[in-house]
Every structure is written in structure tokens, then in C-alpha cells.
Nanobody
Framework: VQLQACGGGLVQAGGSLRLSCAAS????????MGWFRQAPGKEREFVAA????????YYAESVKGRFTISRDSAKTTVYLQMNSLKPEDTAVYYC??????????????????WGQGTLVTVSS
């Protein structure tokens, strides 16, 4: 499964961006999905996750209430809507996938497929 993340860019603090993650030539049906990010000089960290059946979502405390993970009805794209962005949200954002209908995961080691990353820069 090849994942492609896009939607990053430069935005002012308080602004919004929506990241997208698509799989080439297939759907995300029954895949648990996650978003992670890596800021300059820091380790990659968990941001948000959604279960394969879309019933459960989970967020890092630092983004709870500001970010929303979702999947389109055709199961071809997973989104990360980011509102009220802060300079500390600046990072390369990665999407990740694991074939699992019921589970929801927050650890990097749980995911089998990764996108290439998209850069989000939030200016103050």
C-alpha cells in the first residue's frame, strides 16, 4: 500500500489547514489510520488515529479540540483537519495505515504503511 500525504503549507497562527492521505489504486476500507508528526530536532510523535470501522478516534492531548481525523464515504482518503494552528504545530506530518477493522492505534510500530510526509509551517 503506497500512501500519499498532501495539503501542507505555510499558515499564520490561528489559521487552518486540511491534510489528505490517499492510497494509490485502492481504498482504505478496513484500515486503521493514523497521523504522526516530526518537528525539527524532535522525534516523531502521534497526532490522531481512527479505527478501521470509523467508530473510534483518538487524539494527542496537544491537538485535542483543534484537530479532527476523518475518512471520506468512499474510503479513499483520510483527512486531518487542523484548526487554531499554533507555531508549535510546525512539523512534517505523516499518515500511516494498518489493515485492521476494529482496532485503533497510537504507536508507530503498530502501523505497516507510511506516506512520505507533508510539511506544515505555522508562523507566529
Amino acid at each position: 500500500v503506497q500512501l500519499q500525504a498532501c495539503g501542507g503549507g505555510l499558515v499564520q497562527a490561528g489559521g487552518s489547514l486540511r491534510l489528505s492521505c490517499a492510497a494509490s489504486g485502492r481504498t482504505f476500507r478496513s484500515y486503521a489510520m493514523g497521523w504522526f508528526r516530526q518537528a525539527p530536532g524532535k522525534e516523531r510523535e502521534f497526532v490522531a488515529a481512527i479505527s478501521g470501522n470509523d467508530i473510534s478516534t483518538y487524539y494527542a492531548e496537544s491537538v485535542k479540540g483543534r484537530f479532527t481525523i476523518s475518512r471520506d464515504s468512499a474510503k479513499t482518503t483520510v483527512y486531518l483537519q487542523m484548526n487554531s494552528l499554533k507555531p508549535e504545530d510546525t512539523a512534517v506530518y505523516y499518515c500511516a495505515a494498518r489493515f485492521d477493522y476494529y482496532g485503533i492505534y497510537t504507536r508507530e510500530a503498530n502501523f505497516d504503511y507510511w506516506g512520505q510526509g507533508t510539511l506544515v509551517t505555522v508562523s507566529s
